[in-house]
């Protein structure tokens, strides 16, 4: 592939997909200076790997692939402390309370919230809800974290409970 | 159960988040990229620049020195300094970042990564060090035999210049230790996060 075609690749990606990587960004760095580098770092890989899209997937799930892959290699690269008390769906489900009375108090606190829940979760867990957030279906979200169906199925039917337990019954966002 | 209305909504919540527009230009894109290839060059440079500085030096005392012993420790330096530029063409030159690889294989990357620098450091001792012992032990023994004092003295001042080289080598060899240790940590991190 020339570099022009790979650069207008980079450019029709980004433009599709930018506010989507941002909010990646968000579930992988609380600090604001690091998620300002850890989305460059993405735009980057992203910037490189279209020197060897091939095609076999959609761009999506190439973007979304590359976006986590760059993300898990920064977060591997600046080893974080925190990291080691990740947890996954299942020790999630297991440790919430059924509700939080607080949960609804305000939409920018139940975003929050949720982006806390997300960024404790182990990375491929990460990947999965992010991906069920970002709208995708199951058999999106599998090609993109290389799951089974059946995996990603028993993963979706976890984080919706999750979220009901962790946000009770009332809406998320009410003001 | 769940139910899907309130499911939508988290989904609403998520992707209505407000976006900071942080974008990059392709020029800051090539600078970026153009900054990392240059540190893989800094770094390329310095270990091989400090193994070709050996094979000069060595080479120059093939021409200064005419003891048999001093040559033949020379030779042997250079030879254990070449193979230690193989070994770190060797290591360098492994698997290539997985762009869109699938999750475990990312990670497995990462991992295996870690596992061959933890190896390089552990092992310190039979490719980075170990190469040097003959030459070095060799040419200072030469240097020893050469030196226009008694021979009690001589002897002396070999086991005093084998020593400091030992002593160096050994600093050397437990800073790596202490290295790979802290890489341990790291992969068993990581293995923490496969599941």
Not at chain 1, 13 to 25: D, I, S, T
Not at chain 1, 45 to 74: I, K, Q
Not at chain 2, 50 to 60: E, N, P, R
Request: glycine share 6%; net charge positive; aromatic share 8%.
């Amino acid at each position: 592939m020339g570099e022009a075609a790979q650069d207008a690749q980079y450019h029709q990606a980004a433009a599709e997909y930018g506010a989507a990587l941002e909010r990646l960004a968000r579930a992988y760095e609380f600090d604001r200076e690091r998620r300002r580098d850890l989305l460059q770092e993405i735009h980057l890989a992203l910037w490189r790997s279209f020197a060897l899209f091939d095609g076999r997937c959609s761009p999506r799930t190439w973007v979304y692939r590359v976006a986590h892959n760059a993300a898990v290699s920064y977060a591997v690269g600046r080893r974080r402390s925190g990291d080691r008390n990740l947890v996954s769906l299942e020790e999630v489900a297991l440790t919430l309370g059924d509700s939080d009375g607080d949960a609804a108090a305000g939409r920018r606190q139940a975003l929050a919230r949720l982006t806390e829940l997300v960024q404790r979760l182990k990375p491929l867990d990460r990947q999965v809800i992010v991906s069920y957030l970002e709208g995708m279906d199951a058999g999106s979200i599998g090609e993109i974290t290389g799951l089974s169906a059946s995996n990603v199925a028993t993963k979706i039917h976890r984080i919706k409970t999750v979220l009901a337990r962790r946000f009770s019954e009332r809406d998320p966002h009410a003001e | 159960m769940p139910n899907e209305p309130l499911q939508d909504e988290f989904r609403n919540l998520w992707q209505d988040q407000p976006s900071e527009n942080i974008t990059m230009s392709l020029e800051e894109i090539r600078a970026k990229a153009g900054k990392f290839q240059r540190r893989i060059w800094r770094r390329n440079a310095l270990e091989y620049g400090a193994i070709a500085i050996v094979v000069i030096v060595f080479g120059l005392y093939l021409q200064w020195f005419p003891a048999p012993v001093m040559r033949a420790g020379s030779v042997m330096i250079i030879a254990g300094a070449l193979y230690v530029a193989y070994q770190l063409h060797r290591r360098a030159a492994s698997e290539t970042t997985p762009a869109a690889a699938e999750f475990e294989q990312c990670l497995g990357f990462h991992r295996r990564a870690l596992e061959r620098q933890r190896e390089a450091l552990a092992n310190i001792w039979s490719w980075y060090l170990g190469p040097f012992i003959p030459g070095l032990t060799i040419f200072s023994a030469g240097m020893a035999m050469a030196a226009p004092i008694p021979f009690r003295h001589r002897v002396l001042a070999a086991a005093i210049m084998l020593a400091v080289i030992g002593g160096v080598f050994w600093l050397v060899a437990q800073m790596n230790l202490r290295a790979a240790r802290k890489l341990q940590i790291r992969i068993d991190e990581l293995k923490s996060l496969e599941q």
